[in-house]
């Protein structure tokens, strides 16, 4: 066998020829081949089934047992593998299974820019030097600008006008506490800056102006995705890959550049005038992109490298192209409660309402904040990626064909589908609606075993004995030799994260003591919040009954309030203050937490 194989990968924009030591898998080549992006929900574990391609050429290799337990008939003659499984041969044109452009929630919600914002745009008239005042440029300059002399980086030097000039005119860009850009003359108005949200499957970014307005926005799946789905696959590569923390950093890092790259292209932005980034997402996503080391994330007693990151220059974590680029983190509250939580807070405004509210963020981790302006409890649930599509046998993300919605009329099951596409599978929202309707129908009973009687399908859907329990199977959805199903594991699955975030809600109203009908409002953070519908999340024990009318969705809330502190210096100082404030309640260990996941696994009928 020859030592290194040469063969090709089709992407959408073209084709890349790739040569791999023979026995390395697809997955393993393609995950340093950043225009080659493909996700691997279980981390290339091989129970997903998720990391298809589709292998063209002579020698297309047979499948393995677990491409045969994945992957229907049909797949496999069509060529259909699993990344993660294929050792390419040579000669062999590979591409991915294209399931579609996910959608991407980016909507924020109107913003003001506030009096302050985190970019302070000074122009500063410095005194001409003259015999009787010898000061040097920087002297006057660093007096103009009320610092200690001696203290202006060599690259910010570079860019001052002669010492000569008569009248220097300086613009001063600045963070609390740095200096980010000077420059000769009045360039007030050139000063832009972003926001970006890290979010596990996700990444958005937002371009604002020098004025406050929010311009453009741009978003693309988490490039981490090929190291897994969730956090923990990932905080897992990190800890034991060979290069796994530095692949991790490298993968954001491209991504950061691409997102931002693309942003000031399409709006005719000088890279050079990008000023500032801020930047949320849970722990995790931070320590990533920060290059902390983030072992202890992982183990008991799950300490965080540090909660708070001062800004820093983009150039230091290889960011290229934006030469005055500053990053600033929004700071996490604890391993589990990251920065994403704390943005949400401050979107939602709860650390100002005197009404008690809770905040959901369903994501692969629940994680939720319960309180009001006198005290702000969190806490994160392992709620698994069950309501992503992950794991199900026909789930999917976010990607047109996803079934979004279910509904029964006059005996009859409809679903609409993303962007009205072939049905092709359930992501979030049509898996809480699909689960409610069952329990609705009586075709699933309160500890969620299917119903096993064929003749009591509805309309358009069959019930048939499966390898572990009924499925239910869609007449009409069949895409790409696949059909539509929902299994009796794809039920289980969802009741166990449906089980770990209502356990986690009634953990901490317990902790706090709180009634569930003192609760004034629930804000749904996230995509998957936007699209669910609170009565059929309070149909399958999501939430309590009690809360369906009092559900606000607050879009990406964890993006607006990243812009938020961007637009104010005060509502930065507003997310420090509930990061250092905010209690964070560890679940794992507690008795309480494991009687109420027990008591939810049930659901309500
Ligand atoms: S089966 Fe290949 S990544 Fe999950």
């Not at 000569?164 to 000063?191: H, K, N, Q």
């Not at 799946?221 to 923990?232: I, Y």
Request: a negative charge.
């Amino acid at each position: 066998m020859a030592d290194i194989v040469r063969w090709t990968f089709t992407a959408p924009d073209g084709e890349t020829v790739l040569e791999t030591p023979a026995g390395m898998t697809v997955l393993e080549a393609l995950r340093s081949e950043p225009q080659a992006f493909l996700p691997a929900p279980c981390a290339g574990r091989g129970r997903c089934g998720r990391c298809r391609i589709v292998v063209e050429g002579e020698a297309i290799p047979r499948p393995d047992p677990t491409e045969r337990e994945l992957l229907s008939e049909e797949d496999l003659a069509d060529g259909v593998r699993l990344a993660c499984r294929t050792r390419p041969a040579a000669d062999l044109r590979i591409r991915r299974d294209d399931p579609g452009r996910a959608r991407i929630h980016t909507e924020t919600g109107g913003l003001v820019a506030g009096v302050d914002p985190l970019v302070s745009r000074q122009l500063l008239k410095i005194p001409p030097g003259h015999l009787e005042d010898q000061r040097d440029l920087a002297e006057r300059l660093s007096t103009a600008l009320d610092r200690k002399p001696g203290r202006i980086p060599l690259w910010l030097l570079k860019d001052l006008p002669s010492p000569t000039a008569v009248a220097p005119v300086v613009t001063a860009v600045g963070l609390p506490g740095e200096i980010v850009s000077l420059e000769s003359g009045d360039f007030r108005d050139m000063s832009w800056t972003a926001a970006v949200d890290i979010g596990t499957t996700t990444v958005a970014a937002y371009l604002v102006d020098a004025s406050g307005t929010v311009i453009d926005s741009a978003a693309s799946l988490n490039a981490q995705a090929p190291w897994g789905a969730d956090v923990v696959s990932r905080l897992e590569y990190a800890r034991t890959g060979s290069s796994g923390a530095r692949d991790l950093q490298q993968a954001i890092v491209r991504q950061l550049t691409s997102l931002l790259g693309e942003l000031t292209a399409r709006n005719g932005v000088p890279p050079e005038y990008l000023h500032a980034l801020t930047v949320t997402g849970n722990t995790a996503m931070i320590h990533f992109l920060a290059g902390l080391d983030s072992t202890g994330l992982g183990e008991s007693p799950f300490l965080p490298t540090a909660r708070e990151i001062p800004p820093f220059p983009s150039w230091e974590i290889g960011i290229t192209g934006f030469s005055r680029l500053w990053i600033v983190c929004l700071p996490c509250i604890s391993a589990y409660v990251g920065a994403d939580i704390v943005a949400g807070i401050l979107a939602a405004g709860m650390h100002t309402r005197k009404e008690t509210c809770l905040l959901l963020d369903i994501g692969t981790n629940g994680e939720m904040a319960l309180g009001n302006r006198d005290r702000l409890i969190c806490c994160s649930t392992a709620a698994g990626p069950a309501f992503e599509g992950a794991h199900l046998s026909a789930g999917l993300g976010s990607v047109p064909g996803a079934v979004d919605h279910v509904d029964l009329r006059d005996g009859e099951l409809f679903f609409t589908t993303i962007d009205d596409a072939p049905a092709a599978g359930f992501c979030g929202s049509g898996i809480v609606d699909l689960t409610a309707f069952l329990l609705r129908a009586g075709l699933a009973d309160d500890t969620g075993r299917l119903d096993e009687d064929p003749s009591r399908s509805p309309s358009g859907l069959s019930i048939r004995p499966g390898d572990a329990g009924s499925e239910l199977v869609w007449d009409a959805g069949i895409t790409r030799g696949r059909e539509l199903t929902f299994t009796q594991k794809d039920l289980r699955e969802v009741q166990l994260a449906k089980a770990a975030l209502a356990a986690g809600v009634e953990t901490l109203l317990a902790v706090t003591e709180t009634d569930v009908e003192d609760i004034d409002t629930v804000f749904l953070a996230g995509g998957f919040g936007n699209y669910i519908r609170p009565e059929s999340a309070a149909v399958i024990g999501l939430l309590p009954p009690a809360l369906s009318g009092k559900v606000r969705s607050l879009g990406n809330a964890a993006a607006r309030g990243a812009l938020m502190t961007l637009l104010s210096r005060r509502h930065m100082d507003e997310a420090i203050h509930i990061a250092r404030n905010a209690e964070s309640l560890e679940l794992s260990g507690r008795e309480d937490f494991r009687h109420h996941y027990v008591e939810s696994l049930f659901f309500p009928v």
